[in-house]
């Protein structure tokens, strides 16, 4: 069972024949005014009947979703804007004194660049197979490169006057909004009227700052998701003191299994003799619950934020509407430790400790949920997704232990919305969607990619499950209040200590040459191919057989892709929604764009179509 929330088309020809109508009746119009931008026009109609013909070969089932098809849709878009621009010269004889718009013409030249890598993507996925995954992580060096490295005023006409053109028009206005103000941060306050009022300015630099976004960009970002005005104030806002629960959490943590950077599987501590150091004794997490029957169901959710940020507090503006609807089913929000502060497999260690808790049977779930849950449903968008689907391969190898089988209560449903399943770099059509995709750009994906994984000479056999967890101070060494109060005003401190150099540029890894970019890229590829890294990779899908599935995705996300490799590689129920018009994190817009609150509320039926009817 699918959802397809966009338009269908009954064939490519009807998608082609829609292109072509539009073009050709444009082209005489055009001609005169702007000859470069027709050559590039058809430049780009020709690719789209090269492209309209692969992109069935990856459908799942009659669902016309994967990154090639995104690509058309993108292009179908762009013609779209020519003819809104240009539409008025139709039976217009005098062309003295018409404008020339240059930015759609760098639009037209970025695409043509981004064609020849999809072209040359297809020519290796046809050589192996017809995965939506490169062959090697090779291409990756010799493809994604050529985009990160493209002339700055290519790059910027994706973020000036036509930023987010792909998109609905509230998702558009919430990416301008963004876009200006992330420029102005990097550009200084001095140029605040420059940024918001010259579009090719802003867009100039932004292209700058996102080139070279590192971690601590990432960061700062984070910092501002955490503000009281987003997590305290708007939620207060829309929903007032309810739902009636929304109490923090500390879940004591257990010892017997553990996860190590080079292991890839989860292993027992009296296997190996291995005592199993822990820093934190416990995981802080946030349980939200409205009054009503709990029918002994529980949704386990862990947020998203690329791994580097992101808090259930900065997640409250949907997981209280869920909530409130929910009527008594708890929402448990696990608060694990971000990167960089604790590289993997740290986060989904701790993720693994509350779900054990949760599962145990101790008098103390009870004393804190009222029950013992029987029917639990796991969600987490983006890098949530990620680390929830994680957590089911590792309790199901917990489970299938070939010296201690534990007998696991495994989750019924999981429910992923915009999910990276692939991290090993291996690129694939909708990847290449991150160059030009304001909210998660090639950047800052890989930089979250560069916090998130440990380095490979920390792969060792003596590698404990808490390699990188933070200093000497333990999360609970404080009382909560306390620490609260001096986690806040680091934040802070270290907010102001970064501010000033927001927009000074630092070279990125992934900006290095060639011959020292892939190496690298290949050492990494020993460590992200670990499937509780790239779940995709899992190597025993047939086991999760009687769990279900659900795919959130959208048209115009870079992880469009890995979500249909998925489905297409999960043994049992499995659907796949895909939006479109939103761009990745809309669950957190929901509150200022309908489009968003729909694709919201598609999450919240999936949830509730998980939970069982009394």
């Known amino acids: 069972m699918s959802v397809k929330l966009h338009e269908k ?28 931008l027709t050559t590039n026009l ?19 089932g009659t669902l016309q979703a994967n990154g090639y098809w995104s690509a058309l849709r993108i292009g179908l878009n762009l013609a779209r804007l020519v003819e809104s621009k240009y539409q008025h010269l139709r039976g217009t004889k005098d062309i003295s004194g018409i404008e020339i718009d240059h930015t759609l013409l760098l639009l037209t030249d970025y695409f043509a660049v981004a064609l020849d890598v999809l072209q040359r993507l297809r020519d290796d996925s046809v050589a192996n197979g017809l995965e939506l995954q490169a062959s090697s992580v090779s291409y990756f060096t010799e493809l994604f490169t050529v985009l990160l490295t493209l002339d700055e005023s290519l790059v910027a006409s994706m973020y000036g006057k036509y930023c987010g053109f792909w998109l609905c028009p509230g998702s ?34 932004l292209a700058k700052l996102i080139k070279s976004a590192d971690i601590s960009f990432l960061k700062k970002l984070g910092f501002l998701m955490e503000l009281p005005v987003y997590t305290s104030l708007l939620p207060y806002l829309l929903y007032g003191n309810s739902p009636q629960v929304r109490r923090q959490l500390r879940i004591e943590r257990q010892n017997e299994w553990y996860l190590s950077i080079c292991n890839k599987k989860v292993s027992r501590s009296v296997d190996h003799r291995h005592h199993v150091y822990r820093k934190s004794k416990y995981v802080r997490c946030k349980l939200i619950r409205a009054q009503g029957p709990h029918r002994q ?72 949920l009222g029950f013992h849950p029987k029917h639990i449903v796991l969600v987490g968008d983006s890098a949530g997704g990620n680390l929830i689907t994680a957590l089911c391969m590792v309790l199901n190898d917990i ?59 920390q792969c060792t056999e003596n ?24 986690e806040t005003v680091k934040r802070v401190l270290e907010f102001l200590k970064g501010f000033a ?8 890894w992934y900006l290095e040459e060639k011959s020292v970019l892939k190496p690298k890229v290949e050492r990494l590829y020993e460590i992200t191919s670990n499937p ?23 048209h115009f996300d870079p992880f469009l892709d890995d979500n249909i490799s998925m489905a297409r590689n999960w043994k049992g129920n499995v659907t796949v929604d895909v939006l479109d018009g939103l761009q990745h994190g809309f669950l957190n817009i929901m509150p200022f764009v309908k489009e968003a609150k729909d694709g919201c509320d598609l999450c919240f039926q999936r949830i509730v179509e998980s939970l069982p009817d009394n």
Not at 13 to 36: C, R, S, T
Not at 42 to 60: P, R
Not at 430 to 436: D, T, V, W
Not at 501 to 508: N, P, Q, V, W
């Open 399 to 457: 489970r299938n232990h070939k010296h201690h089988r534990l007998h696991v209560l495994m989750p019924k449903s999981v429910i992923c919305v915009y999910t990276p399943f692939n991290l090993t770099l291996k690129l694939s059509p909708s990847m290449i969607l991150a160059s030009c995709d304001g909210f998660i750009s090639a950047g800052v994906m890989l930089s979250c990619f560069e916090a998130y994984l440990p380095e490979v000479s």
């Open 297 to 368: 169901s529980l949704v386990f959710h862990c947020h998203g934020g690329g791994f580097v940020m992101g808090s259930p507090e900065s997640n409250e503006v949907y997981l209280r509407d869920w909530a409130n609807r929910l009527q008594g089913v708890p929402i448990l929000s696990v608060d694990y430790t971000v990167s960089p502060q604790a590289k993997f497999p740290t986060a989904l260690q701790e993720i693994l400790d509350v779900y054990l808790w949760l599962t145990s049977r101790r008098h103390q779930v009870k004393e804190t």
């Open 9 to 36: 088309y009954d064939s490519y020809q009807d998608f082609i024949g829609e292109l072509d109508a539009m073009l050709d009746e444009l082209y005489p119009y055009i001609v005169e005014v702007h000859p470069k």
């Open 42 to 60: 058809k430049q780009l109609q020709k690719g789209a009947h090269s492209i309209a013909i692969w992109a069935v070969d990856y459908d799942h």
């Open 501 to 508: 150099e927001f927009g000074k540029l630092r070279k990125s």
């Open 463 to 486: 590698t404990c499950s808490d390699y990188g967890l933070l200093g000497k101070l333990s999360f609970f060494a404080f009382e909560d209040y306390r620490f609260q109060v001096y």
């Open 172 to 205: 558009r206005n919430i990416m301008i909004t963004c876009v200006t103000a992330f420029s102005v941060l990097s550009d200084g306050f001095s140029s605040i009227f420059k940024c918001i009022f010259n579009s090719e300015y802003r867009g100039k630099v």
């Open 532 to 554: 509780y890294i790239s779940p995709l990779y899992y190597d025993d899908f047939e086991s999760l057989s009687n769990i279900d599935l659900h795919l959130i995705a959208l």
